[in-house]
């Protein structure tokens, strides 16, 4: 089958809007790592007194995709609140594009990680706001939807593919069912790694394919 | 549409093209005896077996034709593998190979054999102390290759042959050698008793003549069943009707092949290296990805672009009319690095800039001039936008 990308996704590739730094950003956060993939930077320029995002910027590290979807992310985030811009779905990113294709879900997951990273960081060091989860079942779950199984590019949540979430101490421990589909496991048990790593007071990980 | 992605496949030569029309059109009968026309048609074969076997040091009656490169690869190890009966099997190749035979390898762990995967050094040549050390009584098949594709190393398979044969004196029998000459066949001879091969398998894709054909050397003695029945009008080990329209078209781009081999070789190797001198003085921070120099086949060239991710220069170029192709994770439906870059030690930021460039005879100085002027911008214009900067000097 043919895995080709829209030509809204082309167009925002080729052009994208918003990309750069700001000098002088209120808020600024780096999701993904070069070592497994890509990595995208959002930098937000926010009107303290409204908390309306005037000014948006984001540097990528990525395939077209990526840099398709931090461009798409920004011209959403623009002009909105923090709440309404945190509020915006990977899947709404997405859809702006005209789709993605399952494989390359992923990448407007980490872009609006990056959005909502940046805001997050602003509304903790000037709104006084901790949003840092702390380590519940709950908040690993939340984490892992944002986890897709390549092959369809839906969460593994929403998949019913985590079977067990256990928490002793800092160690979580992980369960999935993945089936005999290996080629996609190892990328998806680095994701996983990747986002439960970051909830607060994470010491250590592990994922079983059970 | 400047294309820079031979190794993958290339353009069918028109000369192959007309005589596959020929045969499509006129002389389509299917080989049989006695009639002219079946005859005919039985005689092209043949005709096109001798030409192959001639390049390569073999007699007509050692060569097959396929369904495709992977066709011969399949027919040559599982065919091979099938046809002994050794106690605790053990199956022999490299980290490097080619998909289709290291597919076939995990197919054949699954059933109980027990493989072994050489490994490389940093520009991907083959291990051969680790070669000779995991060969023994219970090997019943080595498969190596003579060009990787991906990085273009020229693998030592003289050496390598000499190791397989020695260690099949040793045992007291046959050890079948299996070499994949697919990408090499562009810009390699072959001889197949210098590097003591059983086996070898082509592929008429990567040398101007149709997708859909292959062929595989079967060294006469070499015990073999076949993997797959039919009607063996052709071979029992290939059942069913030739396909002498893909044949035939084979048969020519073997023919044009070698009208000029060392010509040809020497235009893809200039044109290669202003290439590569031209990315050198244009673009720092780049990896060459493989050997410089004679160790590499003369029409390859595979750089990792540091700080920036291959598929999307790839999309760049594309919407240029430039094809190349790259091994990062993200142009893999798997979303892993290329394993071959890993295996010659790249990390995974280091695979994903790679791009590979594959040239062929048709490839022109203006491609590659007009190739240069577009990438340096892209590469550029992406780091421009990456997360990720040089090291400040």
């Keep these: ?210 | 549409m400047i294309y820079l992605d031979n190794f993958r496949g290339t353009m069918v030569a028109p000369e192959a093209w007309e005589a596959m029309r020929i045969v499509a059109t006129e002389q389509y009968a299917v080989p049989a005896p006695f009639t002219q026309c079946g005859t005919g048609s039985a005689e092209l074969i043949e005709g096109a077996q001798s030409r192959l076997a001639a390049a390569i040091g073999a007699s007509s009656g050692e060569v097959v034709f396929t369904g495709s490169g992977t066709e011969a690869i399949n027919i040559g190890l599982l065919g091979s593998v099938r046809a002994q009966t050794i106690d605790k099997p053990e199956i022999v190749t490299s980290e490097i190979e080619y998909p289709a035979t290291l597919a076939v390898y995990r197919a054949l762990e699954k059933q109980g054999y027990v493989a072994h995967y050489i490994g490389v050094d940093g520009e991907g040549r083959y291990n051969l102390e680790q070669l000779a050390s995991v060969l023994n009584e219970h090997t019943v098949l080595v498969s190596l290759m003579g060009v990787n594709h991906m990085i273009g190393t020229i693998e030592p398979l003289a050496e390598a042959g000499e190791i397989v044969a020695e260690a099949a004196r040793r045992v007291g029998r046959k050890i079948p050698l299996h070499i994949d000459f697919a990408s090499a066949l562009q810009t390699q001879r072959l001889d197949v008793d210098a590097v003591h091969a059983d086996l070898v398998s082509f592929s008429s894709n990567k040398i101007h003549g149709p997708k859909g054909v292959g062929a595989l050397y079967v060294r006469k003695g070499t015990k073999i069943v076949p993997i797959s029945f039919g009607a063996d009008s052709y071979s029992p080990l290939v059942p069913g009707t030739p396909n002498t329209m893909g044949i035939a078209g084979f048969d020519k781009a073997l023919e044009l092949l070698y009208a000029n081999f060392d010509a040809d070789v020497e235009h893809m190797k200039q044109l290669r290296d202003r290439l590569a001198d031209g990315i050198r003085e244009r673009v720092p921070y780049i990896l060459l990805n493989g050997p410089e120099g004679p160790g590499r086949a003369a029409s390859h060239l595979c750089y990792s672009f540091l700080f920036i991710e291959g598929e999307a220069i790839m999309m760049f170029l594309d919407m240029d009319g430039i094809i190349v192709d790259t091994g990062s994770a993200c142009a893999a439906a798997t979303l892993k690095p290329n394993y071959i870059l890993m295996a010659i030690g790249r990390n995974h930021e280091e695979a994903h800039g790679s791009i590979r460039f594959t040239l062929s005879r048709y490839t022109t100085q203006e491609d590659i001039d007009t190739t240069l002027s577009r990438l340096v911008p892209i590469v550029e214009r992406l780091r421009a936008q990456s997360t990720i900067k040089p090291p400040a000097s």
Aim: proline share 3%.
């Design chain 1, 1 to 210: 089958m043919a895995i080709k990308y829209t030509e809204k996704v082309i167009e925002h590739f080729k052009n994208p809007h918003n990309i750069g730094v700001i000098e002088d950003a209120d808020a600024c956060a780096t999701e993904g790592s070069p070592a497994c993939g890509d990595e995208i930077t959002v930098y937000l320029k926010i009107d303290k007194r409204t908390d309306r995002i005037v000014d948006v910027k984001f540097q990528s590290y990525g395939c077209a995709s990526n840099i398709a979807t931090g461009s798409i992310i920004t011209d959403l985030a623009k002009g909105k609140t923090i709440d309404e811009a945190e509020a915006i779905t990977w899947k709404q990113a997405a859809d702006e594009l005209g789709g993605l294709p399952p494989v390359k879900m992923h990448c407007s997951v980490l872009a609006v990680d990056g959005l909502r990273s940046a805001i997050r960081k602003y509304k903790k060091e000037v709104k006084g706001i901790d949003y840092d989860a702390t380590l519940t079942v709950d908040a690993i779950t939340r984490e892992l939807e944002h986890v897709l199984w390549p092959p369809v590019g839906v969460d593994i949540i929403t998949l019913k593919m985590v079977k067990y979430i256990g928490i002793e101490g800092g160690a979580v421990k992980v369960e999935i069912s993945a089936g005999s589909d290996e080629k996609y496991l190892e990328p998806t048990i680095d994701e996983i790694f990747e986002h439960v790593s970051k909830i607060k007071g994470v010491k250590s990980v592990s994922v079983d394919n059970v």
